[in-house]
């Protein structure tokens, strides 16, 4: 087989007949694509797996419930034969070579007339690559042409070195700690950032990678203790924006959760400065994940309410209704909340809260000190004093606290 034997392009499908022949695990791989390039697919096929089955009940695909007929293929541009009968694949491909319609056999594709590239995505780019027939190959040089975009090893577009990379300010969300669970879109913003203005609980190996020339800000904000002011903050961030660089704001968790992303946002806008939000892994859900504390469970929490314990319950800048929490059966995740863990604990007592409800306590959760902390909520403020609890901690209350992996179903 010629090494160039086939020619990439890219085809304009929208509202155009496509026939996907075969319901099973193929198809489902190829419709999502065909889909969001607006063709207008019709999928013949006694019988779908139930994820093609959603795609026909969402109205995205016309289902023909039989088997194959010769003139199927009538009006359309393009088929795919995805079946898992050879005998099959190879009749449509033959109705298609006569009727001259570029046809992909999935079962055996030097045999079609057009081959499924490896294709990824990045920031309005579809690369795609092909092997001549070795699927594997094809798929690994992708995800890694791929990665290299996203994380800015390799340019996408032609600016300039010089120049700033992007206009405005990205707010991104670092996830809960360890650098591996930023998203993908958080670190190459970061990587292209002129100036960094980092939390005390971002991921600080990420800030290790920035190259030498990038100005890193120190916006640590100590718990109950020195803390750069949001007004400074806000004011870093509009000054280097406004000086034409591009300012990364680098948050512990997601930006919206608790983490004043919003107030910074709007400083922004009133400033008449861009901003680009990149959510992130809150740790509200993911320190309890990873230690081992699943916040809901089926047949055991059908609620989550994630509560900031900046306030104590009965201080007049309180939002928080605690004797309508305390009426509540499923999962509080409580954030901030180690210094004054007594005080919610008490008033998720008076509220109605059984004292022998679980609690778990996740200090540093996915970072190498991570521990956890198993106690009640009677006992969780003596407890965590005992076990020299310190922050960053989230705590979880309710019955998914007391679920160990081991326990019996």
């Known amino acids: 087989m010629p090494e160039d034997q086939h020619y990439l392009v890219g085809l304009d499908l929208a509202g155009r007949r496509v026939v996907l022949v075969g319901g099973g695990t193929i198809a489902q791989r190829r419709l999502p694509r065909l889909i969001s390039a607006g063709a207008a697919v019709e999928l ?212 919206y959760v608790f983490g004043r992303g919003f107030e910074e946002l709007l400083a922004c806008a009133e400033a008449g400065v861009p901003v680009t939000v990149v959510p992130g892994i809150t740790s509200s859900i993911a320190a309890p994940a990873v230690g081992g504390v699943p916040v809901t469970h089926r047949g055991v929490a059908h609620e989550v309410v994630v509560v900031s314990g900046h306030v104590a319950p009965g201080d007049e800048r309180s939002l928080t209704d605690w004797s309508a929490l305390a009426r509540l059966r499923g999962t509080i995740v409580l954030m901030m909340g180690v210094e004054r863990l007594g005080r919610f604990a008490e008033a998720l007592l008076e509220g109605g809260r059984p004292g022998d409800t679980p609690v778990a306590i996740v200090e540093n959760g996915t970072m190498p000190t991570q521990r956890v902390h198993r106690c009640t909520l009677a006992t969780a403020a003596e407890s965590a004093r005992a076990a020299g609890v310190r922050p960053p901690a989230v705590i979880v209350i309710g019955p998914v606290a007391g679920l160990l992996p081991d326990q019996p179903r």
Request: aromatic share 4%.
């Open 44 to 255: 013949i096929s006694p019988d779908t797996t139930p994820a093609v089955s959603g795609m026909v009940d969402a109205g995205e695909v016309v289902w023909h419930r039989r088997r194959y007929a010769d003139g199927d293929l009538d009006g359309a541009w393009y088929a795919l034969a995805c079946t898992d009968d050879p005998g099959v694949n190879a009749a449509v491909c033959a109705e298609a070579e006569r009727r001259r319609i570029f046809c992909v056999r999935a079962d055996a594709g030097v045999e079609g007339t057009a081959v499924t590239a490896a294709v990824g995505r990045h920031e309005g780019l579809v690369v795609g690559v092909l092997s001549g027939g070795q699927p594997l190959r094809s798929a690994a040089v992708r995800d890694n042409i791929v990665e290299a975009l996203h994380t800015g090893t390799v340019a996408d577009d032609i600016t300039p070195p010089d120049a700033a990379e992007l206009p405005g300010v990205a707010l991104v969300g670092g996830g809960p700690g360890d650098p591996e669970l930023i998203t993908v879109k958080g670190r190459r913003l970061l990587a292209r950032a002129d100036v960094v203005v980092a939390d005390r609980l971002a991921p600080r190996e990420l800030l290790d990678e920035l190259p030498a020339d990038v100005e890193v800000v120190d916006a640590a904000k100590i718990p109950y203790g020195r803390a750069a002011s949001q007004d400074v903050i806000n004011a870093a961030l509009i000054e280097h924006a406004k000086a034409g660089k591009f300012v990364v704001r680098l948050k512990g968790g997601d930006p």
